[in-house]
């Protein structure tokens, strides 16, 4: 009995304890990707007490105690499979349209949601909110909710880091080793790489903080919140905490702020067991199982006919079992493979069978690669999908393959490479104990740093002065610059100096000359 009491208190002495908090939740997109990880967050916090008043287009089902839904699906829809393929080969390769994408598709939701009812009805009621959290995606027009509440501000980042993301709590970001989130460079870049990455790097930041939460966003932010509420980049500089989908171990070693943590994995549940038809199919691969998925967001059935025969007539070739993700069936499949609409694939990895990923590259479904150890072959579509495959690529436990490449040679040999070499599945466990090895679990680590604001009614002190600097000063563009001024003054006064010494020379000496003569 004593020694349960002593197991007791060592537990009591463990834990942190803090009064249940409100917390408003602002995560409205449609894109599954964009719920999947934050509402991992919010069921955890749900359970330890805290209220949540949750804005998104996925309400629970069935609901959940602590967790008060309010519905905007209605707002633009559920987006599941909705991407045409001719988007992705067309629109979606330019970088510039990309990062114009993610601002209107943002600022059309915040547009459409601020004149939901139960949006204005949370301004006009009494009612106080000791957290506020929303996703840094694109424009950033819910913030506002923070100021109106006078609660701390704590963002989610379900990709990897952003230039605009880590400058807003003054997080270091040199272009000179650190690729932007599209970038395919090594590693140890060249000069002209470092160049081209530099020029991005100061295109996102510039372009981020005047088009995506600039006039426009601040009108929309002001629809709401009134005509008195600050712009919206004065709010995003007093974020308390930023929950990062990354892990170092993923891209390559990042300075942080302690206010900046990641959290990657922390979508990943515990297996549960497969539907029986799955159990059976995978149980009965003898050479192994691969899955082949794009992900949630592209229509796979949009692709050119002749490149889904292409995926057909390579699937029939190989000795494994092929688990294939697709929007219907599909006719005349070979006996080895599987279509469904959808798979549980968190739970498909586990199984000791799995072989192969042929994924995009989202950042989610790489995530769970790593985490079971599974290699890949990687076909990015577009944005930092590129940046995930090709780091995979130089880590040695993915190949990649071009969206314009899809041939039946072509994915032939890619999956014959990962296969038949089995330092792929090597370097992939090898990297899978690296991101394994970290003192607490994803979740925990959100969850406790949530609290810590909580406690602290907001976490200014862990935010470094970098943050209240302009850019100039940051870049110490002022101290550089008065540098300068002082070695131009410098040298004006030597040229001077040494110009009139030398015609006091010059003019002794012509003296001399007259004086001898």
Same mark, same amino acid.
């Given at each position: 009995?004593?020694?349960?009491?002593?197991?007791?208190?060592?537990?009591?002495?463990?834990?942190?304890?803090?009064?249940?908090?409100?917390?408003?939740?602002?995560?409205?997109?449609?894109?599954?990707?964009?719920?999947?990880?934050?509402?991992?967050?919010?069921?955890?916090?749900?359970?330890?007490?805290?209220?949540?008043?949750?804005?998104?287009?996925?309400?629970?089902?069935?609901?959940?105690?602590?967790?008060?839904?309010?519905?905007?699906?209605?707002?633009?829809?559920?987006?599941?499979?909705?991407?045409?393929?001719?988007?992705?080969?067309?629109?979606?390769?330019?970088?510039?349209?990309?990062?114009?994408?993610?601002? *209107?598709?943002?600022?059309?939701?915040?547009?459409?949601?601020?004149?939901?009812?139960?949006?204005?009805?949370?301004?006009?009621?009494?009612?106080?909110?000791?957290?506020?959290?929303?996703?840094?995606?694109?424009?950033?027009?819910?913030?506002?909710?923070?100021?109106?509440?006078?609660?701390?501000?704590?963002?989610?980042?379900?990709?990897?880091?952003?230039?605009?993301?880590?400058?807003?709590?003054?997080?270091?970001?040199?272009?000179?080793?650190?690729?932007?989130?599209?970038?395919?460079?090594?590693?140890?870049?060249?000069?002209?790489?470092?160049?081209?990455?530099?020029?991005?790097?100061?295109?996102?930041?510039?372009?981020?903080?005047?088009?995506?939460?600039?006039?426009?966003?601040?009108?929309?932010?002001?629809?709401?919140?009134?005509?008195?509420?600050?712009?919206?980049?004065?709010?995003?500089?007093?974020?308390?905490?930023?929950?990062?989908?990354?892990?170092?171990?993923?891209?390559?070693?990042?300075?942080?702020?302690?206010?900046?943590?990641?959290?990657?994995?922390?979508?990943?549940?515990?297996?549960?067991?497969?539907?029986?038809?799955?159990?059976?199919?995978?149980?009965?691969?003898?050479?192994?199982?691969?899955?082949?998925?794009?992900?949630?967001?592209?229509?796979?059935?949009?692709?050119?006919?002749?490149?889904?025969?292409?995926?057909?007539?390579?699937?029939?070739?190989?000795?494994?079992?092929?688990?294939?993700?697709?929007?219907?069936?599909?006719?005349?499949?070979?006996?080895?493979?599987?279509?469904?609409?959808?798979?549980?694939?968190?739970?498909?990895?586990?199984?000791?069978?799995?072989?192969?990923?042929?994924?995009?590259?989202?950042?989610?479904?790489?995530?769970?690669?790593?985490?079971?150890?599974?290699?890949?072959?990687?076909?990015? @579509?577009?944005?930092?999908?590129?940046?995930?495959?090709? *780091?995979?690529?130089?880590?040695?436990?993915?190949?990649?393959?071009?969206?314009?490449?899809?041939?039946?040679?072509?994915?032939?040999?890619?999956?014959?490479?990962?296969?038949?070499?089995?330092?792929?599945?090597?370097?992939?466990?090898?990297?899978?104990?690296?991101?394994?090895?970290?003192?607490?679990?994803?979740?925990?680590?959100?969850?406790?740093?949530?609290?810590?604001?909580?406690?602290?009614?907001?976490?200014?002190?862990?935010?470094?002065?970098?943050?209240?600097?302009?850019?100039?000063?940051?870049? @110490?563009?002022?101290?550089?610059?008065?540098?300068?001024?002082?070695?131009?003054?410098?040298?004006?006064?030597?040229?001077?100096?040494?110009?009139?010494?030398?015609?006091?020379?010059?003019?002794?000496?012509?003296?001399?000359?007259?004086?001898?003569?």
């Amino acid at each position: 009995m004593e020694f349960c009491y002593k197991l007791f208190f060592i537990f009591l002495s463990s834990v942190y304890f803090i009064q249940a908090a409100k917390i408003l939740a602002f995560f409205p997109l449609g894109g599954a990707s964009h719920f999947n990880i934050p509402e991992v967050i919010f069921k955890a916090l749900a359970a330890r007490g805290h209220n949540i008043t949750l804005v998104s287009s996925y309400p629970q089902r069935p609901p959940i105690p602590n967790i008060n839904d309010i519905d905007v699906s209605s707002a633009r829809g559920t987006r599941k499979n909705s991407l045409p393929f001719e988007v992705v080969q067309t629109q979606l390769q330019s970088t510039r349209r990309n990062f114009n994408f993610i601002a *209107n598709v943002s600022r059309t939701y915040c547009d459409i949601v601020f004149d939901f009812p139960e949006i204005k009805n949370l301004l006009n009621r009494d009612k106080e909110f000791d957290l506020v959290m929303t996703e840094i995606f694109g424009a950033d027009c819910a913030v506002g909710f923070a100021w109106k509440f006078k609660a701390p501000l704590v963002s989610i980042l379900i990709s990897r880091g952003t230039p605009w993301s880590l400058n807003r709590i003054g997080n270091p970001s040199n272009p000179s080793y650190l690729h932007v989130m599209h970038s395919d460079f090594p590693r140890k870049m060249n000069f002209i790489q470092r160049f081209i990455n530099s020029y991005w790097y100061l295109y996102f930041s510039f372009f981020y903080y005047y088009s995506h939460n600039g006039e426009i966003t601040d009108q929309i932010s002001r629809k709401l919140f009134g005509e008195d509420v600050p712009p919206v980049n004065d709010i995003v500089y007093n974020t308390s905490l930023i929950l990062v989908n990354n892990h170092y171990t993923l891209d390559q070693p990042h300075p942080l702020v302690p206010n900046y943590v990641e959290v990657a994995g922390i979508h990943i549940k515990k297996p549960k067991p497969l539907p029986a038809d799955i159990q059976k199919f995978m149980d009965e691969a003898e050479y192994g199982v691969i899955y082949f998925s794009l992900g949630s967001l592209v229509r796979l059935s949009s692709l050119p006919n002749e490149t889904i025969q292409a995926f057909k007539d390579t699937f029939a070739e190989l000795p494994q079992k092929v688990l294939w993700k697709f929007e219907h069936e599909l006719k005349d499949i070979p006996s080895n493979v599987m279509i469904g609409k959808w798979f549980p694939q968190n739970d498909i990895f586990q199984h000791p069978n799995m072989k192969l990923f042929i994924s995009h590259g989202g950042n989610s479904g790489s995530i769970e690669a790593v985490h079971y150890g599974i290699p890949m072959v990687g076909i990015p @579509l577009f944005f930092d999908q590129h940046r995930i495959i090709h *780091n995979f690529v130089e880590k040695g436990v993915a190949v990649r393959l071009g969206i314009n490449e899809l041939t039946k040679n072509n994915i032939l040999s890619c999956i014959k490479t990962v296969i038949n070499d089995e330092g792929y599945a090597k370097r992939m466990k090898e990297l899978s104990a690296l991101f394994h090895n970290r003192p607490l679990k994803p979740l925990d680590t959100a969850v406790y740093w949530i609290e810590y604001v909580i406690r602290h009614k907001g976490a200014f002190h862990l935010r470094t002065a970098a943050s209240t600097l302009s850019w100039y000063q940051y870049l @110490l563009l002022d101290v550089i610059a008065f540098l300068l001024a002082i070695f131009i003054f410098v040298m004006l006064i030597l040229k001077i100096t040494f110009k009139y010494i030398y015609k006091s020379i010059k003019n002794i000496f012509s003296f001399e000359k007259i004086k001898t003569n």
